[in-house]
C-alpha cells in the first residue's frame, strides 16, 4: 500500500509541475498576444482597403492595366504560401491552417497535384515539416520568416513569390493563413494572390469611380508590388497574433484540466491513505487482541 501512495504522490507533484509551467505559458502568450494583436488591428483596414482598391481598378480597366501580374492563365503550376508558426502547443491551430491547404488542393487542383505540380512555400516551421512530410515540392528559403519578423523580410519572401509568377514558374498562387478574430476564434483563409483577383458583381465587373494624378498606368505600376508585399505581411501578422492567442485559449485549457486531475488525484491519495491507516489499526488490534488471548 506503500508504493501505491508514492506513486500518487510522484503524480501529484508532477501534474502540479506541469501546471506551473502551463500559468506560465498562458501568461507570455498573453503579454504577446497583446503587441500581436495591436499590430494587425492597426494593419488590416490599411491592407484590405489597399487590396480593394487594386481589385476594383483591374477590374474596372479595359485591357490589361495589371499587366502579367493581373492576367489569367491556363493553370499548369500551382504555388501554395501556407502560413503557419514555429512552434507547437497551441491546439489543433497549425493542422488547421495544414488541413485548409490541404482542401483546397482537393477541390481545386486535383490534376494538378497528381502530375506533382502543386508547389508549398512555407512561412513557418510547422507548415514546412507538415508539407516535406507529405512529399510536396518545398520552396524553403522563407521558413523561418518568424525568428526575425520584419516586413522587410516578409518582403523578399514576396518578391520571390511575385518573379516566380511573372517568369512562369508558377501559373496561379494561393495563399493560406488564419485570420485573426479574438484570443479563441480564428478564421483559417484561402484566397487568390496571384493573377491579381477581380471583384465582381452578379456576374457583371464593378465599375470603379476614381480620380487618378498620374495616369492610371503610372500608379497601378507602381503601386501594385507595393500592395501585394503587403497583403502578405498582413497575413503573416494574422497568424502571428492568431499563434498567441490559440497558445493561450490552449495553456488555459489545459491549466483547467490539470486542476481537475490534481482534485481526482488527491481524492485517490487520501482514499489509498484512509484505507492503509484502517488496514493499520485493523492489525494492532488484532494483535493485541492476540496478546491478550
Not at 499548369?76 to 503557419?84: A, D, R, Y
Not at 495563399?175 to 484561402?190: E, G, H, P, W
Request: hydrophobic residues 40%.
Amino acid at each position: 500500500m506503500s508504493g501505491a501512495l508514492k506513486e500518487v504522490r510522484i503524480r501529484i507533484g508532477s501534474v502540479k509541475t506541469t501546471q506551473q509551467i502551463t500559468k506560465a505559458m498562458k501568461m507570455v502568450s498573453a503579454a504577446k498576444l497583446r503587441r500581436a494583436q495591436d499590430a494587425i488591428t492597426q494593419m488590416r483596414p490599411y491592407a484590405e482597403k489597399l487590396q480593394e482598391m487594386l481589385s476594383s481598378i483591374i477590374s474596372s480597366s479595359e485591357g490589361d492595366l495589371g499587366g502579367d501580374l493581373s492576367k489569367e492563365r491556363d493553370v499548369n503550376k500551382v504555388l501554395f504560401i501556407v502560413v503557419t508558426s514555429d512552434r507547437g502547443l497551441c491546439g489543433a491551430f497549425n493542422s488547421n491552417i495544414i488541413k485548409a491547404a490541404k482542401a483546397k488542393i482537393a477541390d481545386s487542383y486535383t490534376k494538378e497535384e497528381a502530375a506533382g505540380n502543386i508547389a508549398v512555400l512555407p512561412l513557418g516551421k510547422k507548415g514546412m515539416e507538415a508539407f516535406a512530410r507529405d512529399g510536396f515540392t518545398i520552396e524553403d528559403a522563407y521558413w523561418d520568416i518568424f525568428s526575425d519578423l520584419s516586413f522587410d523580410n516578409v518582403k523578399k519572401a514576396a518578391e520571390y513569390v511575385r518573379e516566380a509568377y511573372l517568369n512562369g514558374t508558377y501559373d496561379r498562387v494561393e495563399l493560406v493563413y488564419s485570420q485573426f478574430k479574438n484570443a479563441a476564434t480564428q478564421d483559417f483563409i484561402c484566397e487568390g494572390h496571384l493573377p491579381i483577383p477581380k471583384i465582381e458583381n452578379e456576374g457583371e465587373v464593378v465599375k470603379s469611380d476614381f480620380i487618378f494624378e498620374p495616369s492610371k498606368e503610372v500608379l497601378i505600376e507602381e503601386l501594385m508590388p507595393k500592395i501585394l508585399n503587403t497583403q502578405i505581411f498582413k497575413a503573416v501578422l494574422d497568424v502571428n497574433a492568431s499563434e498567441h492567442g490559440a497558445r493561450m485559449t490552449a495553456m488555459d485549457k489545459a491549466t483547467e484540466n490539470a486542476e481537475e486531475l490534481l482534485k481526482d488525484l488527491k481524492l485517490t491519495y487520501n482514499r489509498a491513505r484512509q484505507a492503509a491507516i484502517t488496514t493499520e489499526l485493523t492489525e494492532i488490534v488484532s494483535g493485541a487482541a492476540a496478546l491478550e488471548g
